[in-house]
């Protein structure tokens, strides 16, 4: 059995065509059923449904084979444990495409913030990612974690800045935020677990292959 670990939304969504492209049809709708582990049309190929943030530990840990995550969640993952031993990454899948940016209240000078060090308060989801890019820039900011609603932080005082994903700068634009700094494009990523990857060698490269060509042709 090969267990392929995904999250609903936009990455279901956005896998679909890529399972189908490789001959894998799920047969559930995540959204009408409560069901956690969705058959395929090919009996030795399952799709468990995580939390995008649990998707790096499920393969990690070989609770899945494989699963599909975006840079950003993998990042954050490493950048909490460490290191992403045992999880290999051999594709870049092109889909849920976004990029990962500082942004700041309408009207709040972030470039004289920076050029003079002051102590910057920063919001996130991204812990790690935050971290490291105002580490490479040599300037210190405090770190408040958020789990969402990110826009809120620097409308209600709570922080002078957040790293947050955006895609088309509509959340932004209609909180009056704007876009300061661009730190990396998001894009999600095929991950595998390594001992999967040697003990079920041909079922798993099969799998990769599929996605590989699926890619090359939608791009
Ligand atoms: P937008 O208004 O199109 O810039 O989208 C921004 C909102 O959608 C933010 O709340 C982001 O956290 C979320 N978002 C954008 N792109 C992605 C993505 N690829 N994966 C997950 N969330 C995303």
Redesign the pocket.
Known sequence: MITLALSKG?IFDETLPLLRAAGIEVLDDPDKTRKLILATNQPEVRVVLVRATDVPTYVQYGGADLGIT?KDTLLEHTAEWGGNAGLVQPLDLQI???RISVAVREGFDYAAAMRQGSRMTVATKYVGIAREFFASKGVHVDLIKLYGSMELAPLTGLADAIV?????????KANHLVEVEHIMD?SSRLVVNQAALKLKTAPIRQIIDAFAAAVATQH
């Open positions: 936009r975006g849920a495409k976004c947050d994903l955006v895609s088309t700068g509509n959340t932004l998001i």
